[in-house]
């Protein structure tokens, strides 16, 4: 019987054994599968080495960061066996599981991408490899670079193939979207960012609240960042002020892109930044300073909370952003504060590249205000004064300057305007695309329905019948208007439109509109929108609209006999013209829906 024989260690010998580990390739090893003495298959398997017995481990220093350890078999004579290359994954923890947060809070400081491998920076061909059960890594890595984060971490615990593809695509991934639970952010975004060194876009849902540690945490994780977008759910609240969002700003220098949503507790910021181009900022209140040192910014948004206390000086910040912003193309600014001295602020900057323009919710803009502003900017494409004073000599000014730049109009919630401004709108302006008309044309009575139910306000019938009478009309005619919004328009009781390219209508809230006084001769129409409108209104739509469609369809299916005497519907079967196949199937696929709810 063999006994194990001592073994004295020298230093030639663990040089050579050290030599073996790296120059003998590592047996494939299944884990349990194995014998823990002496290495051998445990099926049939009988360990001839004692319990009591301790091989003798030796240790010695390489240039790898980890030291090589190398057991001593029973025989002196039988080479020793190498070490796996790879760490065995029997004693880690499941790697990308954050699914469990408590868990994952509790649990001791591990590498979860398991990056002190020997080997951490190996990125295979997916292409030459194949994972468990025969599937090519490439087709493995097709399907799991489509899932979202959630899918991914879930597929990291299915087998060894799949982890390491997984690991993979986190490495490779440039850009993030992931939705932070209320519990354990902080660690659970530094677990996810540690992954992901070449993220470049970052996209936050908080459900927690925002404060700078997590911006600290971001700045850290990923040093090459270019879009940062956080917005935030209605229980979370952002804490971030305004120095620590300038201290942010100044340090990511190849930072383009940041939008941040619940900018409430700002209170002021310094923004410098030479990359930065775009900027928004929404839930803004009571600023005491804004200050933008950014050359390159072309994209500016913000919004401001809708309380009549708000002591932001927007004349101030507007002058100041258009003396440091030379290259600004679009404006968005949401304030109850916008006026007729901000506007003149925001001309007197002479932004030469201005192309889009929106200031929403100055009530105190006027017609004064949009002279200015035609006077100035002569090249808009989009221009949007909802909210504000402006008439139909405003919407005059405005076709008299831009016909042959303005696109997309945007007029709701102005109650000077009439339907003869919105016809004059569609006539002068031959590029437009996309209007906006909500809550203009409304009816005098519903606006006068909160004061009838105290009973004080009471209207004689005489008035009543007079004010039935102001209702309008509108009938449009445009070749290019693919989007038309007449939301709340209740005032409107006759509606005529002749769109070919109108794929978008919004009818909501349009009461007072007779169905025999509708006329839809728009054959492209996608969406129709009619919640809160009459049953007998949404039953003309859906007719006039399915007649439309039908004279289309019957207008592809029907063909001449070949001596042309008359029309016959020929069987799809029989058509001879790929392109009439090609219309009648786009036809049918382009149904469209009344969105009634």
Known sequence: MHHPQPHISTPA????????????????????????????????????????????SISTPTSSPSAVTVENSSSASRPPHAPPVRQSYTHLRRALSFDDIETRADSPEHDLDDSDSPYPGTDLDPDNEMVSGGLPAGCLWEVLRRLPPAGLLAAASVCKGWRETTKRLWRAAEELRLMVPPRGQLRFIGSVLKKCPSLVRLSLKMESDVDATMLACIAFSCPNLESMEIS?????????????????????????????????????FVLSSSSLSTLWLSDLYSLSKMVFNCPNLKEVSLEFSRQENDTTDLTTMVDAMGRSCPRLQNIHIVSVRLSHAVVL???????????????????????????AIASSYSKLELLDLSGSSISDSGIGMICNVLPNTLSRLLLALCPNITSSGIQFATAQLPLLELMDCGMTVCDPDSQNSPCDESGDNELPNALNNKLHLMYQKLIIKHSRLKKLSLWGCSGLDALCLNCPELNDLNLNSCKNLHPERLLLQCPSLQNVHASGCQESLIGAIKSQVSDSMASLENQFQCKRLADGSKRVRAPDCLSQEASDDKKRRKVVEQQCKVLVD
């Open 13 to 56: 010998s663990a040089s050579f054994a050290a030599a073996a580990a790296f120059d003998f390739k590592p047996a494939k090893r299944r884990g349990s599968y194995n014998c823990g003495r002496c290495g051998l298959p445990k099926k049939g398997h009988v360990c001839h080495l004692n319990n009591s017995t301790n091989p003798t």
């Open 232 to 268: 935030t759910s209605n229980t979370a609240v952002n804490r971030i002020t305004g120095d620590e969002l300038g201290r942010f700003v100044a340090d990511k220098r190849c930072l383009t892109s940041l939008k941040m949503e619940g900018c409430s507790n700002l209170g002021g």
């Open 345 to 371: 602020s925001l001309t007197a900057a002479n932004l030469r590249g201005l192309r889009m323009l929106s200031l929403v919710l100055g009530s105190e803009i006027t017609d004064a205000s949009v002279a």
